[in-house]
C-alpha cells in the first residue's frame, strides 16, 4: 500500500518555490559559492532542485528531510556551489531541531558540533595551514549553528508552553477550590438553617395538632400561645439569616454564634415546648468551634425528642474529659411511636458531620428504653485546625451504631 506524505504547509510551498526561483536565478547569472568543482555547474541544479523539493517536507518529516539534505549539501560542494542550496539547507537543519522529535533536538546539535570539529581538525591534518579552520568554521555556519538557533528556539517554545499548561492547571485548581468553597459555604448554610428553624417547626406542628385534635379552649389557648412563640423566633432567626445571604451593605449585623452560655436558654425554650429537661453543663471554657458544634449538637437532640421522645425525662450532660467534650442527650424511647412531626432526614446526619469535621465521633440509638444521642469532640487546638479547615465538607467514616425508624425521619 502506498504511503502518503502530508500535505506541505502554504508556507513551506512558498518557501520552497523561492528558494529553487532563486537559485535559478543565482546559476544562470553564473554566481557560484566557488569559483572550480569537480563537476560543472550544470550539476549543481540536482542539489538545489532535491534541497528545495525537501523544503516541502520541513514540518511534516524534519528529520528525514535532514538526512536527505545532507547528501544534496555534500553533493553540491563538488559542484562550483549555489548559495540557495546552502541557506535551504541551513534551514531543514533548522527545523529538523524545531520540529523534530525531542531525542533528535538533542542529539542533532550534538551531532553538527562534532561533524564540524572533525572537519576542522581533518584539514588541517590534511593542509597543515590555518585556513582550514575557516573551512571548518564554514561547517559549522551551515550545519552546527542552524542546530543550535533550533535548539534555542524550541526550548523557548516548551518553556512557553509549560508555563500556559501551568496557567491552566493553575487556573483550574482555582475554579476547583471556588467550586468546593461554594459547596462548603451551602452545606454549612444549610445545617445552620436546619438548626436554628427545625426545632420551632416542630413545636409549631406538635401544639397545633393537639390544639386542633383537643376540644378545650385552655389547652387550645396554651398551645396556640407556643405556637406564636416558636413562629416569632423562627421569623426572627430566618431573616436574620436572610439578611446575611443577602449581604445588604452591611445593614445586618452578624449573627451571634451560639455558646455554651446559651443552653440555658435552649432548654428553658424546649420546657416551653412540652419537654421535661434537665441540663448539666459542667464547667470550664472550650474553643468556639467546640462551643458551637456542642450547641447546634444538643439543639438537633433536643428538637428530636420534642418530635420522638416518649413521655419523661430528658437528660442533657457536658463533661470534659481527656482533652475532649463529651455530650450525652438521652430520651425515653419506645419503640411503634411514630414521630409527632414530620422531619427531613437531616439532623443525625448533620450532627454528625459537625462531629467529624473536628474530628471527634458522634453515636446515636437506642439502650433499653431510652435513645441516647452521644458525642465525643475533642478540644486539641492542632486537631481542631486541622478538621475546622475543611467546613462544609461531607465528612467520611462518620460513626454511628444503630438506626431505626425514628432516626431515618428526624
Known sequence: MAVRLPRPHRFDVFLAAGGLAGGIVLWALGLHTSGSGVLGADWGLIPLTVTAGLE??????????????????????????????????????????????????????????????????????????????????????????????????RNHHEAAETARLRAEQTALLAEMDRTQAVTAERARMARELHDMVAGHLSAIAIHSTAALSLDDPDTSRASLAVIRENSVAGLTEMRRLIGI??????????????????????????????????????????????????????????????????????????????????????????????????????GLPGMRERAALLGGTLTAGPGGDRWTVDALLPLAEHTLAEHTRTEGAVPKGTARTEVSDEEVSA
Open 245 to 346: 445571604l443577602r449581604d445588604s451593605g452591611g445593614e445586618t449585623g452578624p449573627m451571634p454564634t451560639p455558646t455554651l452560655d446559651g443552653l440555658g436558654a435552649l432548654v428553658a425554650g424546649a420546657r416551653a415546648n412540652g419537654l421535661d429537661v434537665t441540663l448539666d453543663a459542667g464547667q470550664g471554657s472550650v474553643p468556639a468551634p467546640v462551643e458551637l458544634a456542642a450547641y447546634r449538637i444538643v439543639q438537633e437532640s433536643l428538637t428530636n425528642a420534642l418530635k420522638h421522645a416518649a413521655p419523661g425525662p430528658v437528660l442533657v450532660l457536658l463533661r470534659r474529659a481527656d482533652d475532649a467534650l463529651r455530650i450525652e442527650v438521652s430520651s425515653p424511647y419506645r419503640p411503634g411511636d411514630g414521630p409527632r412531626a414530620p422531619g427531613s432526614g437531616a
Open 56 to 153: 516541502l517536507l520541513r514540518r511534516t518529516r524534519p528529520q528525514l528531510a535532514l538526512i536527505f539534505g545532507t547528501f544534496a549539501i555534500t553533493f553540491d560542494m563538488f559542484t562550483p556551489g549555489n548559495v540557495a542550496t546552502i541557506l535551504m539547507f541551513t534551514d531543514l537543519a533548522y527545523t529538523a531541531v524545531l520540529y523534530g522529535s525531542p531525542a533528535a533536538a538533542r542529539r542533532i546539535p550534538v551531532t553538527t558540533g562534532l561533524v564540524s570539529l572533525g572537519v576542522t581538525l581533518g584539514f588541517l591534518v590534511w593542509w597543515r595551514e590555518p585556513q582550514a579552520i575557516l573551512v571548518g568554521l564554514g561547517c559549522a555556519v551551515v550545519s552546527f549553528g542552524p542546530a543550535a538557533t533550533g535548539a534555542l528556539v
